[in-house]
């Protein structure tokens, strides 16, 4: 009974700790803008919304995409060409975009979740390959040149998002909206079956669940959230190209979460947040980006088997993140 009780107090004290640095996690990123170049925390902001996408995918149901640069990037090019070609208000430009990368998850989707494992992987990154390479043929998308020059315009006819304030307030909302539209899913019944079918996924079978549709399901909603990250950043740096859908994206958002720590919400933000930092420290330096991050991950992978936010809530936080979330981790490295 005492340990019961002392198991009690201390998951409550980790879910208040956890909501404190929630809520003071929010307020740095309010003021933040007023300290550091806003451009920088937009495209921060983007590819952290883009991470968690796709931790919802991977940390949640256990299905490693190769693919998910297709979402980002085909989202990025819808939105573009219909705000600078049509002439569509931004808002609706994204919401195009969105709908696009939902699309794109559903075609995607319903060939990859018949497969299991490194298939599934190997899937996923054969069909991002062929819409890259239709991004390259097809002429709307500005082949190797892209759609450069795509205005802000103003939101709802009202705000100005060619000021820098403005425009930043606005990715922060729809960043917060999305962390709290995944959070809200895992934290649901629906997600409860995902995190089922990621431990067992014969088990998932045997109680009647139709596994292969919550997995089209989940597959779709981290497509949509993915599209929504993609549209963001055609916006805030008015530009979408060929690096946005390459499968080197795939893998850099593969290795923001990885480093973060898969199956946590603080994770993905935290390594795309690493990773967007040094690649944004050594953009003037002779020193190889790509030489720093694979450096940094080979660190993370020895050091913080979990990823950095997995080791912090697994020795400072109680059971929120268990054995099972390194296990899963040391799954998907494997695969890959």
Known sequence: MADLTLRETRAKNSARLEWALVGLGILALLVAPFFVYPIFLMKMLCFALFACAFNLLLGYTGL???????????????????VKVWGWPPEAGILLGVLGAALLGLVMGFFAIRRQGIYFAMITLALSQMFFFFCVQAPFTGGED??????????????????????????????LIGVFAIWRIINSP??????????????????????????????????????????????????????????????????????????????PIIGASLVVGLENM???????????????????????????????YARFLGPKVTRKTERLSSASLGDA
């Open 282 to 312: 050594l953009a003037t330096s002779n020193f190889p980006v790509t030489i720093a991050t694979g450096l940094t991950f080979m660190v993370c992978v020895l050091v913080f088997r979990r990823g950095i936010v997995g080791e912090v």
């Open 190 to 267: 629906f997600g409860m079956i995902l995190r089922s079918i990621r431990e067992n996924e014969s088990r998932a079978i045997s109680l009647g669940y139709s596994v292969a549709n919550y997995k089209l399901a989940a597959f779709v909603m981290s497509a949509t959230l993915a599209g929504l990250a993609g549209a963001l950043k055609a916006i805030v740096f008015q530009f979408a190209t060929l690096t946005d859908v390459t499968w080197q994206m795939s893998g850099e958002v593969i290795l923001m979460t990885l480093l973060g720590g898969i199956g946590t919400m603080a994770g």
């Open 146 to 175: 892209g759609i450069q020059g795509v205005p802000r315009g103003r939101l709802l006819g009202m705000l100005d998002l060619n000021v820098s304030m403005n425009i930043y307030y606005f990715v922060l909302a729809v960043f």
């Open 64 to 82: 490693l995409s190769f693919g998910h640069a297709t979402f980002f990037g085909g989202a990025a090019y819808f939105t573009a060409y219909a």
